[in-house]
């Protein structure tokens, strides 16, 4: 969110980092140098979620990126790797995961953890759209629960379209649920837990705190909430 931009700014800012929040279309890339306004840039953090740098728009920060002109977090390759969603059909495949020299115990967890996973294709048609009461349906470079479908309220007119796309089909797994209270009144909420790391480690634990479809900010006394580790 753009207060959260701001945030960032005076942050590095008081640290001596010039800070720009910039649209790339005022972003420069020439002579092996990415600019914007006459100031040079050397790191771009990307928040566009054309994470693949493909929109035209980008096309100054593409190239400086494939240059190695400037660092770019998250980058291409980064997300690629970590964040496709179609890399979930490999992780949720136990034979996979053996394959690539897991242990039996490190990919029964995997195999417990991450709901089983399949790249939609127009060939599995009758039996996707037989079994599509189980599944819960996704864009494979989709963000912030857009395109994403549950199985049980799709009509065929959206199938079709999903089977024309990328899109991966997961096994449909319940949210979590708590009670709470909101506004004096005892009600039930679902949870979505989110786990925050980098180079390995845990940074941070968190909750999001819903109702509805799909995780989101707008459900009366839900949002992001505490997790405590007991």
Known sequence: MFPEFQLAQQLFQARGIETLILDPSELEYVDGALSAHGKPIDMVYNRLVDFALEAPALGALRHAYLDGAAVVTPNPRAHALMAD????????????????GLSETEAGYLDRAVPKTLLVSASDEAELWSNRRKLFFKPVAGHGSKGVYRGEKLTRRVFEEILKGDYIAQNFVPAGERTLRVDGTVTTRKVDIRLYTYAGQLLLSAARV?????????????G???VFQV
């Open 224 to 226: 992001f909430a505490p």
């Open 85 to 100: 969603k179609r890399n979930l059909t490999l992780l949720s495949d136990a034979q996979t995961l053996r394959d690539w």
């Open 210 to 222: 819903y109702q509805g479809q799909a995780t989101n900010f707008r459900t009366p006394g839900g």
